[in-house]
């Protein structure tokens, strides 16, 4: 019965390699957002979704893209990752940006050799 | 700048005792105030929130305009409270979690 799900739960890159990863969500929620969190900090938002609307944190690195080419998917990619970019990256979702509940993935570890 | 502060990153507690998990913030609005929480191995989810003014599992948090906290207590601790909690604050469309605090309960 899961609602928001991530894949992979762990990833490994390479410094400067390209990655992606997977967000998917069974509970047909309007906005879809990516954290990022790194060891003992609170997840961060890094940018979010409404509908088809997308909407950046003003401090998220270029490097941080996102894509949602339909309402169940949103992906994040990752440009060039650094060594600074290795953390758990969360997705989540709500019913609308009023909504004040976000359903969360079980996230992704990315670590970066 | 609107922020959430929890001070305590690990917090241990006998079964039994009581707890209090504490919260801080700083906004100029109305907040709107939230717990969150991550048991092992499981999603982040949400706990409580202040509107509603409800107990989940035991756990109550109210809010204090005059000291601007958000404290999450609860009478008496049980095991499989052990889990980490997330203070957050709701800010237009988003929410700004707190670093955490760990709580850990004690056989």
């Known amino acids: 019965d899961a609602m928001v799900i991530q894949n992979p739960r762990y990833q490994v890159t390479q410094f400067g390699k390209p990655v992606t990863l997977s967000c998917s969500q069974t509970l047909n929620h309007n906005v879809m957002y990516w954290y990022q969190q790194k060891s003992s900090q609170a997840p961060k938002l890094l940018f979010h979704y409404y509908d088809k609307d997308f909407n950046n944190e003003a401090d998220t690195p270029d490097n941080f893209q996102s894509r949602r080419p339909n309402t169940s998917f949103c992906f994040l990619d990752i440009r060039s990752p650094g060594l600074g970019d290795a953390a758990m990256y969360l997705c989540a979702t709500s019913r609308g940006p009023w909504d004040t509940e976000q359903y969360f993935g079980p996230g992704t570890r990315l670590t970066v050799t | 700048a609107q922020r959430v502060t929890q001070p305590e990153k690990l917090l241990s507690v006998f079964k039994g005792a009581p707890v209090e998990l504490k919260c801080n913030y700083s906004?100029?609005?109305?907040?709107?105030l939230f717990w969150y929480v991550q048991y092992s191995r499981q999603r982040l989810q949400l706990l409580l929130r202040h509107i509603s003014r409800e107990s989940i599992k035991g756990f109550t948090a109210d809010l204090n305009k005059g000291e601007t906290s958000f404290h999450l207590k609860k009478p008496f601790a049980q095991e499989e409270d052990s889990a980490m909690y997330y203070c957050?604050?709701?800010?237009?469309?988003?929410?700004?979690f707190g670093k955490g605090t760990r709580l850990h309960i004690l056989p």
């Open positions: 957050a604050l709701k800010r237009d469309d988003k929410i700004i």
């Open positions: 906004y100029s609005g109305s907040p709107e």
